[in-house]
């Protein structure tokens, strides 16, 4: 398996409060992902890095900004959670030796309940 | 606009019976093309995955998906399904430039009556 490791796996937070989830990976992969996946809308990007400092946003990016300051570290923050933001948020890498663009890995996940 | 469709949002099938799960995808060239499951609880975890040549591919657990170019499809299948594939199943493409994403297909969620 893929050396992907989310953390925390589980959370529960206050609305109002900024959350940071943790994504490492040992895999030295280019591409870095965040998802959250929702009943009935299966898996949306909120934001992708493509490189150090490099990132852009998916399509529900309101209310989360990242920072990746290191290969191995890409950091999804909830600036002021909001119940919406409840949900099962995953990492993925891709984009292996030589950079090519191969197949997505998948973390755990990590289950974020806003109350 | 690059995109994929699974037109298929639930399918039950019966134990035994054989399965096919549908993926159509708008892209600009032939791209990398992948297809994923995730059993409940779990994170999502590589079935197969077609780069170049051979347009029918094996994956593990059984399963299979060619790739036809002509429809830009690439369906999954399976000759006989078990209880134990009961599961959400993602198609996604994959980028060969480098700066485009994998996009991800809505997802397919499979039933299995025993």
């Known amino acids: 398996d893929a050396g992907i490791t989310q953390s925390p796996r589980h959370k529960v937070t206050e609305t109002g409060t900024p959350v940071t989830l943790r994504c490492h990976q040992t895999?030295?992969?280019?591409?870095m992902y965040w998802y959250r996946q929702d009943p009935g809308h299966g898996l949306r990007l909120i934001h992708y890095?493509?490189?150090?400092?490099?990132?852009d946003k998916g399509e529900v990016s309101d209310g989360y900004s990242v920072s990746r300051s290191k290969t191995e570290d890409f950091l999804l923050t909830l600036e002021s959670a909001t119940s919406s933001q409840t949900s099962v948020y995953f990492c993925a890498i891709s984009g292996g030796t030589g950079g090519l663009n191969t197949e997505a890995f998948f973390g755990q996940g990590t289950r974020l309940t806003v109350v | 606009a690059q995109s994929v469709t699974q037109p298929d949002i639930h399918i039950t099938v019966s134990e035994g019976a054989s399965l096919e799960l549908r993926c159509n995808y708008s892209?600009?060239?032939?791209?990398?093309l992948f297809w994923y499951v995730q059993s409940p609880g779990q994170g999502l975890q590589l079935l197969l995955k077609y780069f170049s040549g051979d347009t029918l591919v094996q994956g593990i657990k059984g399963f299979e998906a060619e790739f036809k170019r002509s429809q830009s499809s690439f369906n999954l299948r399976k000759p006989s399904v078990h209880w134990s594939d009961a599961a959400e199943y993602f198609c996604?493409?994959?980028?060969?430039?480098?700066?485009?994403?994998?996009?991800f297909g809505p997802g397919t969620s499979l039933s299995v009556i025993p």
């Open positions: 996604a493409v994959g980028p060969k430039t480098s700066y485009d994403k994998v996009i």
């Open positions: 895999e030295n992969h280019r591409y």
């Open positions: 892209y600009g060239a032939t791209p990398y």
């Open positions: 890095s493509y490189g150090v400092k490099d990132t």
